[in-house]
């Protein structure tokens, strides 16, 4: 029988764990690329768009495309 088939506590923190470790990685390098893709004078503005219009773009369309999904 497999062990992560019937994962007790400490398989499910070290995945979590491990998963958290890397997200946290990527993160931190996305915000370094981020920052440098913008200059000094406009860098806290465009850092601002650059990570908020995709959440409200796709965060705003989410409910009406589930909607539209359930209806057909």
């Known amino acids: 029988m497999d062990r992560l088939q019937f994962p007790v506590l400490e398989v499910k923190l070290t995945v979590h764990l491990l998963l958290a470790l890397l997200f ?9 690329v981020l920052a440098n893709q913008f200059s ?8 601002n768009l650059a990570y908020t219009f995709p959440t409200v773009l796709l965060g705003s369309t989410a409910p009406l495309v589930n909607i539209w999904m359930i209806q057909k």
């Not at 946290?24 to 370094?32: I, K, T, V």
């Not at 000094?40 to 850092?47: N, Q």
């Open 40 to 47: 000094p004078p406009v860098r806290c503005f465009g850092m």
């Open 24 to 32: 946290g990685c990527s993160s931190g390098l996305l915000m370094e």
